[in-house]
T-cell receptor, first 112, second 112 residues
Framework: GNSVTQMEGPVTLSEEAFLTINCTYT??????LFWYVQYPGEGLQLLLK?????DKGSNKGFEATYRKETTSFHLEKGSVQVSDSAVYFC???????????FGTGTRLTVIP | NAGVTQTPKFQVLKTGQSMTLQCAQD?????MYWYRQDPGMGLRLIYY???????DKGEVPNGYNVSRLNKREFSLRLESAAPSQTSVYFC???????????FGEGSRLTVL
């Protein structure tokens, strides 16, 4: 079946540290992959996406590369800020499923 | 820019009471979704509506009913609330295909 496994949190980093949140997926064919972010008290919003192998999604300094050989879509940022504190969700969309499959979320806290 | 609007934002119920969560989107999207978010479990799909006039069960439909009233509105009803339904509920919509999901701000429901 279709599923997403992401690194468990919580993750606590100092400002300007390097961030990696791991995400791997299980799916047949060629799913689209997403990272969503949820700031405190808000709904989820799309952070970035990639629709085919080797694509790199990027936004607000975050990047993730669709790696089909390792079935991964790890989220990275070179220098985190306090304002990046949020919960990050990796998600998969499979054509025909009409639904996104979400990971369990990783809470990131950035301290000054 | 209203996007996806959910009401109410907070609700406390007693076991056995009923209520309806309302959701409306103004983006002319075809598909609408109801998720619940529980600690450590990410988002789980309750019901979705691929287009006006259709609804389908998701991963956790028991204890819920939905109505796709028109293209804009998709409501979620709890007929007899149980403490296990204490959760944060999110409505989402998307245009279709592999388009991104747009989320509402969430409705926090507590069942005593």
């Amino acid at each position: 079946g279709n599923s997403v496994t992401q690194m468990e949190g919580p993750v606590t980093l100092s400002e300007e540290a390097f961030l990696t949140i791991n995400c791997t997926y299980t799916a047949t064919g060629y799913p689209s992959l997403f990272w969503y972010v949820q700031y405190p008290g808000e709904g989820l919003q799309l952070l970035l996406k990639a629709t085919k192998a080797d694509d790199k999604g990027s936004n607000k300094g975050f990047e993730a590369t669709y790696r089909k050989e390792t079935t991964s879509f790890h989220l990275e940022k070179g220098s985190v800020q306090v304002s990046d504190s949020a919960v990050y969700f990796c998600a998969l969309f499979k054509t025909g499923a009409n639904n996104l499959f979400f990971g369990t979320g990783t809470r990131l806290t950035v301290i000054p | 820019n209203a996007g996806v609007t959910q009401t109410p934002k907070f609700q406390v119920l007693k076991t056995g009471q009923s209520m309806t969560l309302q959701c409306a989107q103004d983006m002319n999207h075809n598909s609408m979704y109801w998720y619940r978010q529980d600690p450590g479990m990410g988002l789980r799909l309750i019901y979705y509506s691929a287009s006006e006039g259709t609804t389908d069960k998701g991963e956790v439909p028991n204890g819920y009913n939905v109505s796709r009233l028109n293209k804009r509105e998709f409501s979620l009803r709890l007929e007899s609330a149980a403490p296990s339904q204490t959760s944060v509920y999110f409505c989402a919509s998307r245009v279709g295909g592999a388009g991104e999901l747009f989320f509402g701000e969430g409705s926090r429901l507590t069942v005593l």
